[in-house]
């Protein structure tokens, strides 16, 4: 049995990037640390992991709305109380935390081995459309100097935090996200069980994975999606990524699509259809994206801001190429890794991973995007669909690029912070 103690630290273990780098660092591990997992929201769905998971309970709502400023003092304190109860039962000697209030907490209990936080995201930019973080930053600010190091995965992660949260050079290190190539093969062979999916799949599908949230920018795919058909009528568009539980963005997302004409089915509110005439298919959370990647013909990536995004060498994995936003950070991190990171480009940009295209201006659903972004993302589209040597090269391309992200050296990086 490994001697060394680690906790990993998250607001839960399901349902998007960070909470799969938790537990695939759990797995990776397993043989070389006793591993603990400790958690504190309500839902009993979970990844797959190795090691001990905890649950800690706190009062009152999950989510900011649902309570009242005493009632988010009470949380807190319950969930340092606990935290530094459980770093002390356990005798933890690292502790990694993932997302802003579990970093926040882990910083405040520091004293008991090493502190470690996981940014995984432009702060500065999810201040800008997420009100929690916005309340946060000078919790960030206060704190975060405080631990051992600070984790990004990207360079352009790294220099926000430097330039607008006063965090010290040397405390913050990049590692980025490693891609398991054999697990990725692996899952992406699995049939597809469900009949109706598999007779979806064999019509030609435009593809976006990621959470349904501000942040994702699903709702530009619909403006391009009726200029796609009138020259390509066949060709639907499939949405796979749960709805964060405190937006109406999913709602707001069917609304402009209806406005648009355009059929909507959403696989969480309705009966599974028999008939394939929609145009649109919210498919929601599904435990094995890569099958479907492995079907469909185009990854579409509208995110308003990113941290580094594992769906895009997931993709080139699967032979997917990519139209990816040209926002910070991460898609140019990944397509056009010579290039000034800091720039984003106004007009479609071929790069010898794929093509980037303006990021929208705003993470408001509400907010008119301006129509030389719609057409900017509709022209790089139509150059993949009519040019198939572009296509191609672009995909074996991809799949040189994703052996940069190689899982042994990035895991020999992550156990050197561990210890």
């Known amino acids: 049995m490994a001697e060394r103690n680690l906790l990993f630290f998250i607001f839960r273990l399901h349902g998007g990037g960070a909470e799969r780098v938790v537990s695939n ?36 709502s999950d989510t900011t709305a649902g309570n009242n400023f005493l009632k988010r003092g009470i949380r807190l304190w319950v969930l340092i109380r606990e935290l530094r109860r459980i770093k002390r039962k356990y005798r933890i000697d690292t502790t990694i935390s993932f997302g802003e209030p579990a970093n926040i907490i882990n910083a405040l209990t520091n004293g008991t081995g090493r502190t470690v936080l996981s940014v995984r995201t432009v702060l500065s930019n999810q201040m800008r459309i997420s009100a929690q973080v916005k309340t946060l930053s000078s919790f960030i600010r206060l704190f975060y100097n405080r631990a051992d190091e600070v984790i990004v995965p990207s360079k352009v992660a790294g220099q926000d935090l430097v330039q607008h949260f006063k965090l010290s050079p ?21 049939e597809i069980e469900d009949r109706f999916l598999r007779q979806l799949f064999q019509r030609p599908i435009l593809l976006n994975v990621g959470r349904i949230n501000p942040a994702k920018g699903q709702w530009l795919l619909l ?5 796609i058909r009138q ?7 499939v949405i796979i990524g749960e709805a964060e539980k405190e937006e109406d963005v999913k709602d707001r997302l069917v609304a402009r699509a209806r406005e648009l004409s355009l059929r909507v089915y959403d696989s969480t509110a309705d009966d599974l259809p028999v008939e394939l005439d929609h145009d649109v298919y919210l498919l929601g959370y599904r435990a094995n994206p890569y099958q479907f990647m492995r079907r ?6 509208p995110s308003v801001f990113e941290g580094f995004p594992n769906t895009m060498l997931e993709a080139m994995q699967n032979s997917l190429p990519v139209i990816a936003a040209d926002c910070h950070s991460g898609p140019r ?8 990171l800091m720039t984003a480009t106004p007009v479609r940009e071929l790069t010898p991973y794929g093509i980037l295209c303006p990021p929208l201006p705003s993470g408001d659903i509400g907010t008119p995007i301006p129509p030389e972004i719609v057409a900017e993302w509709t022209a790089a589209l139509l150059w993949l669909l009519q040019d198939d040597a572009l296509r191609n090269s672009i995909i074996q391309k991809g799949l040189e690029r994703v052996n940069d992200f190689n899982r042994e050296h990035i895991l020999q990086q992550w156990h050197k912070i561990m210890g």
């Open 296 to 301: 469909s013909r185009i990854l579409l990536f």
């Open 223 to 227: 403006e391009i999606l009726p200029k």
């Open 25 to 60: 660092l759990s797995m990776d591990f397993a043989d070389q640390y006793n591993i603990k997992i400790a958690v504190f929201d309500r839902i009993e769905k979970v990844y797959p992991h190795k090691g001990d998971l905890i649950r800690i309970h706190l009062p009152f």
């Open 170 to 190: 040397g405390r913050v290190k990049v590692v980025y996200n490693y891609l398991d190539r054999s697990k990725v093969d692996l899952a992406a062979e699995e």
């Open 231 to 237: 020259k390509y009528p066949d060709w639907k568009l």
């Open 333 to 340: 991190e990944i397509m056009a890794p010579d290039s000034d």
